[in-house]
């Protein structure tokens, strides 16, 4: 018989671990499966606390709907009747210490049509002509593999680009723009700039599909993300889960390998997917032929603040949402969610429970850093009530730090995962990375990696059974 680990229970790892169980099942393959999480739960950076009124979330609070991988699962979950949509409305953008609505036909700040260009309260009467010369510029030299920065201050103007996209984009990706390739944001835009002439012109394009998008674009559950996570674990019946094991090292054995676990029990297995952080499997892997690659992968930090009040949410501003800080502002935080808002059934009694993050892009990070909690809810009460107006003591708080755990996708990372698999293949050709750290930061991609992972190597296992 054959031996499947998987080392590490986020959901990149559950995910794998779900379809080589379904696999199995389905090709009647002769494989055991084990699942090894060092915490005592799983999950990863999905998890959810709940109290009397709120619930919250200490990772990801939600999924994006569209992704090809999403909706199958959760319809083979049996959980679809427990999902929840986001409640839609204007976000905003906290710069001058005034909040500013960021157009609504915008798609990451960056403008729709020319009207949304000229109703935007961040860009001066001059910026706003700069970024005319999309309309008449020609792309001659940007690809996907480029700088996103460098490409839209190209063809719309640095004032649009500092003052609205940098902004959005840089919260949503987590890095300086020019260190951003368009392949690993939006490589849409090469496409509508060398089709249509003109960013804006592709957007106004495919307007309808933006807009569509817009609507229902994120879900979440009934009683919060755990929802998901409990869902799969309940389906893993035909396997080995050891949590609170933690995992000292991988070591080829022969044409076998051998996961040593800190208790010191030791697993043979044929295949290995090290669903963990970049850095974890480097150690797990200790090998020197791969540091190269691996150190040339980034990761950043991330402290989120719940904060619950006995107030009701119809307080904040009328049909927002949330907001984000410009890059030069008075707050300490670098964005900050309406959660009840945008989340009705995270507030039993749709009181207001607001989420700020603060990255370690922020100049005042490297403080926020060493502050104990109650330092960190002083900092995120002083951000609320210069943005929000609100003086009320919080009724519940949630504080998440997540340090060096944040990938960063940067120029060379598509190269770098592929030289680093090449040299897998060759060494370990049976262990497989998978995660946020590799091929895509968001629920559905990881979703996508888990279960491709678990078609490689049932496919393997079927070539064998075929011989």
């Known amino acids: 018989m054959k031996r499947a680990v998987v080392i590490g229970g986020g959901i990149t790892g559950l995910s794998a671990m779900y379809y080589l169980q379904k696999l199995k099942l389905e090709e009647?393959?002769?494989?055991?499966?084990?699942?090894?999480?060092?915490?005592?739960e799983l999950g990863g950076k999905i998890k959810t606390v709940a109290d009397d009124e709120f619930i919250m979330e200490v990772g990801a609070?939600?999924?994006?709907?569209?992704?090809?991988?999403?909706?199958?699962?959760?319809?083979?979950l049996g959980i679809k009747d427990r999902v929840v949509y986001n409640g839609t409305g204007i976000s905003y953008l906290y710069a001058n210490n005034v909040l500013h609505a960021i157009p609504k036909d915008t798609v990451f700040g960056i403008p729709m049509s020319r009207e949304a260009l000229f109703?935007?309260?961040?860009v001066s009467e001059e910026g706003k002509q700069e970024a005319l010369k999309d309309f008449d510029s020609i792309n001659e030299?940007?690809?996907?593999?480029?700088?996103?920065?460098?490409?839209?201050?190209?063809f719309l103007g640095k004032e649009l680009v500092e003052n609205q996209i940098a902004p959005v984009l840089s919260g949503v990706y987590s890095g300086n723009l020019h260190e951003l390739t368009l392949a690993s944001t939006l490589p849409y835009l090469v496409d509508y700039k060398n089709k249509y002439?003109?960013?804006?012109?592709?957007?106004?394009?495919?307007k309808e599909f933006f807009q569509g998008a817009a609507n229902k674009k994120f879900i979440s559950f009934d009683q919060g993300m755990q929802v998901?996570?409990?869902?799969?674990?309940?389906?893993?019946?035909?396997?080995r889960i050891l949590k609170g094991v933690g995992t000292k090292a991988v070591k080829k054995n022969n044409e076998r390998y051998l996961v040593e676990l800190e208790g010191g029990e030791a697993i043979e297995a044929d295949f290995v997917i090290l669903a963990t952080p970049h850095q974890v499997a480097q150690q797990l892997l200790g090998m020197t032929e791969l540091n190269a690659e691996f150190d040339q992968f980034l990761n950043s930090s991330l402290i989120s603040v719940y904060l619950g009040f006995d107030i009701p949410d119809n307080q904040l501003p009328e049909d927002g949402t949330g907001f984000i800080v410009s890059q030069e502002s008075d707050l300490h935080c670098n964005a900050c969610t309406w959660t009840s808002r945008k989340w009705s059934h995270t507030s039993k009694n749709h009181k207001l429970l607001v989420r700020l993050f603060y990255k370690s892009s922020h100049p005042s990070y490297g403080v926020l850093k060493n502050l104990s909690e109650e330092e960190l809810v002083d900092v995120a009460m002083g951000d609320v009530r210069k943005s929000l107006g609100i003086k009320e003591a919080p009724l519940a708080i949630e504080v998440t730090g997540w340090k060096n755990l944040m990938p960063n996708y940067h120029m060379g990372h598509k190269t770098a995962i592929s030289a680093l698999e090449l040299k897998m293949e060759e060494l370990v050709p049976n262990i497989k990375l998978a995660g946020s750290s590799y091929f895509g930061v968001g629920i559905g991609a990881c979703i996508q990696n888990g279960s491709d992972l678990a078609k490689i190597i049932a496919n393997k296992l079927m070539d064998v059974k075929e011989k």
Do not use: C, W, Y
């Open 28 to 40: 009647n393959l002769d494989m055991e499966l084990v699942l090894i999480e060092r915490e005592q």
């Open 61 to 76: 609070d939600s999924i994006v709907a569209r992704h090809a991988s999403v909706m199958p699962l959760i319809e083979d």
């Open 119 to 122: 109703s935007s309260t961040l």
């Open 141 to 154: 030299n940007f690809t996907r593999d480029s700088s996103i920065g460098e490409f839209l201050e190209a």
């Open 197 to 206: 002439g003109s960013i804006i012109k592709g957007f106004e394009a495919n």
């Open 228 to 239: 998901l996570i409990d869902a799969i674990e309940e389906k893993l019946e035909h396997v």
